[in-house]
């Protein structure tokens, strides 16, 4: 208990103001900064002097802080701009053009991320002109920027940036011409091939943009790709200077690129000679570029830290051979994502099927040689583990005690025996007998019998993979064969591809296995076809009180939401609970659900997304006024569009004025304009929660602050 000064002398409760000043201080870290700052801070002397320490007014980080609005931002501008040395408003979408010019304030900024923000060229120039000390940026480039808007100010301070992230929503460099130094470039490629008005784009660049970025210093190249043919043009263009002449001193080189993207000459030679002249750290590229190709063998790594092969056919025996050098010692190795890689556990893969048994040496030589990885994800891939005693795939993963995100195909958890001899469920433990009646109510089956499916469901390697990985934070198991209703840039998926036959038997038990894992933050499931009444969610719901993520997908039959009544009783545990995605068809938005859910005081993102699902419009103006974090509210449903269209409006009206933040989009899942409504939500949302995708090791640890 925290009391006054006044009444300590009445109270037993501890004086705050007796603390030292270190530990205020950590005390004080856990506040945002605006709050810090305009109200702490006033409430005595003493805080008056702490708010302002250097520690905490050093690096303020506004992103996810929704509750900050335009005059929240000027004011503290105005009072510890010069102050501040980090300003991070990523994904501040909401904030108008005219309050981030008071970032001029901030004239001794070192670091600034204003990804998500409305900047044009003008404004970018002003501001930068006066942030002289500048050396990490993070902005948009929107349709419109216009390099030769820049003064010489502004090109005087970026040629002093050695960071820089760059989110392309049209083709062009952007400020990377102007950069001269750089040594971290981040590309975030996300042009569409139409414009609003249905016009094809192309990639050619805005006339009168130096077409020369400055790579001579360059250590990190990071590109990632957004569905599209403009992306894949522009980006080449990008590593045309690349192709040149390869910087030096580069040790990561990623390219993050769905889909199809080809391998030209100039790329051929821009991987050539990075075989020749570099030591790589990190490394990720198309699949195109390394299927068939001998390349891994000619790549040199020197400390290699994190590696993405997500969706090459690149088989157990190159893996090995090529990668790991035949069981070199890969302690350095902190993240490895071979989502998609069908054939990576298996020695070689021209006759080899799919749903083909694993050869789990070669996964034991990778759990042996990377000891120390953090992150790994197997997913979107049949791993079936032979009958091989001590061979499972979990019982090999169990080795990795470091693991923080673990990501796996439902088929791969389930074990051999399993599938001969499934344990009983609740349907199966009543007796069969001869004819004799049965009293209802009076429990006439053994009561070991339930003990041993228990014993049985605690001696499976997925429940002992739980508990060996105590401090697992996010967690994936997702179905080898899922693909979302709602793609990126597409119409909606109306059918889906049945689930892997190992995955039958994965349900409820599996689901409460993951109960174990006290740390969870973040937890995905998707097509566990056996799940009957999702018991195992209130599990997770009562043991993972950390819990702030959760996508759930697919579940059980596809006609019924079975797990409706396990999902409710969980919902009202999740205190911490801030984002929660739901995909299942024919599911009912109702009174009922939305009242469970307000129980999760911390929400602040819903997103549901169900063909042939319906809603009660009163039911969600009920669960807005009562959960006052919510601040983002998706439904893509089998409503009809006039529905959609007047819950919206109604949301919007009620609440946007008490929540600036708020983003709101209900619209009809099959509707035939549902790409055009989601080209406008905020990237933040749409790439964190709206779309699915798998998101461990995504990208390698800490690529940016």
């Known amino acids: 208990e925290i009391v006054s000064g006044e009444s300590e002398e009445e109270s037993n409760g501890v004086n705050l103001m007796e603390f030292s000043d270190e530990i205020l201080l950590h005390i004080l870290s856990y506040v945002p900064c605006t709050d810090l700052v305009l109200n702490v801070r006033r409430t005595c002397r003493k805080l008056a002097t702490l708010c302002l320490d250097k520690s905490l007014t050093h690096t303020v980080i506004l992103q996810k802080d929704y509750k900050v609005n335009k005059d929240k931002v000027k004011q503290l501008m105005r009072d510890i701009g010069k102050e501040i040395y980090q300003l991070n408003m990523a994904g501040c979408y909401w904030l108008p053009s005219s309050t981030i010019d008071h970032v001029t304030r901030c004239k001794n900024l070192v670091k600034l991320n204003l990804s998500g923000c409305h900047v044009t060229s003008l404004r970018l120039s002003k501001m930068l002109s006066t942030l002289q000390h500048l050396r990490s940026l993070a902005i948009d480039v929107n349709p419109g920027f216009d390099a030769s808007q820049l003064s010489s100010e502004c090109k005087a301070t970026l040629s002093r940036v050695l960071e820089l992230k760059q989110t392309l929503y049209t083709p062009s460099y952007g400020v990377v011409p102007c950069c001269t130094s750089l040594e971290k470039l981040l590309l975030y490629f996300e042009i569409l091939d139409r414009s609003r008005e249905g016009f094809m784009l192309s990639g050619q660049l805005m006339v009168g943009e130096s077409n020369v970025p400055h790579y001579q210093n360059l250590r990190v190249f990071y590109a990632r790709l957004a569905p599209g043919y403009v992306n894949q043009e522009v980006v080449r263009l990008y590593l045309a200077v690349l192709s040149d002449r390869t910087p030096e001193n580069l040790h990561a080189f990623l390219i993050s690129a769905p889909g199809s993207f080809a391998e030209t000459g100039a790329t051929k030679n821009l991987l050539d000679s990075m075989a020749r002249n570099v030591r790589l750290d990190a490394l990720q590229l198309p ?18 830290f994190y590696f993405s092969f997500s969706r090459c056919t690149l088989s157990g025996g190159h893996l090995i051979q090529r990668v790991i050098n035949g069981g070199k010692d890969l302690k350095s190795l902190t993240s490895l994502n071979l989502s998609g890689c069908v054939h990576c556990l298996a020695p070689e893969s021209l006759f080899r099927k799919a749903e083909d048994d694993i050869d789990s040496s070669i996964l034991e030589s990778l759990v042996v040689s990377c000891c120390n990885l953090r992150h790994l994800n197997l997913s979107a891939a049949h791993h079936h583990s032979s009958e091989s005693i001590g061979n499972h795939l979990c019982q090999l993963l169990s080795r990795l005690k470091h693991l923080l995100s673990l990501a796996l195909p439902v088929c791969s958890i389930t074990d051999v025996a399993a599938n001969v001899e499934k344990p009983p469920t609740a349907s199966n433990l009543v007796p069969q007998t001869f004819g004799r009646k049965v009293r209802i109510g009076i429990q006439t089956c053994p009561r070991n019998l339930a003990d041993q499916a228990n ?12 508990g060996s990985l ?236």
Not at 287 to 304: C, E, M, R, T, V
Not at 455 to 466: D, G, H, P, Y
């Open 455 to 466: 014993q049985k469901i605690e001696s499976s390697v997925f429940w002992a993979l739980m």
């Open 287 to 304: 699949k195109a570029w390394i299927n068939g190709s001998g390349l891994l063998q000619h790549l040199k790594f020197n400390n290699p």
């Open 470 to 705: 105590r401090f697992l934070e996010t967690l994936e198991i997702i179905g080898s064969s899922f693909s979302s209703a709602m793609p990126r840039n597409e119409p909606a998926i109306r059918n889906s591809l049945p689930p892997c036959v190992r995955a039958q038997s994965v349900g409820d038990s599996e689901v409460a296995a993951i109960s174990q894992l006290t740390y969870l933050q973040s937890l995905t499931l998707a097509q566990l076809p056996n799940i009957l009444t999702g018991s195992g969610l209130i599990n997770v719901g009562l043991q993972c009180q950390h819990l702030r993520t959760l996508s759930l997908a697919n579940l059980g039959m596809m006609g019924k939401v079975v797990y409706m009544s396990a999902l409710m009783d969980m919902l009202k545990h999740c205190k911490c609970l801030r984002d929660l995605r739901l995909e299942q068809p024919y599911f009912c938005a109702g009174a009922q659900f939305f009242q469970a859910l307000s129980h999760c005081s911390s929400l602040q993102r819903l997103c549901i997304v169900s063909r042939s699902g319906t809603l009660q419009s009163d039911a969600v103006m009920s669960f807005m006024a009562n959960c006052l974090e919510v601040i983002m509210c998706h439904m893509f449903m089998g409503e009809s569009l006039t529905v959609c269209k007047n819950l919206q409006q109604s949301i919007v009206r009620s609440f946007q004025a008490d929540r600036p933040a708020l983003n709101v989009v209900i619209f009809p899942l099959l509707h035939e304009d549902l790409t055009e409504v989601i080209r406008d939500v905020p990237m933040r949302h749409l790439d964190e929660i709206t779309l699915f995708k798998s998101r461990v090791a995504e990208e390698p640890p800490n690529l940016w602050w």
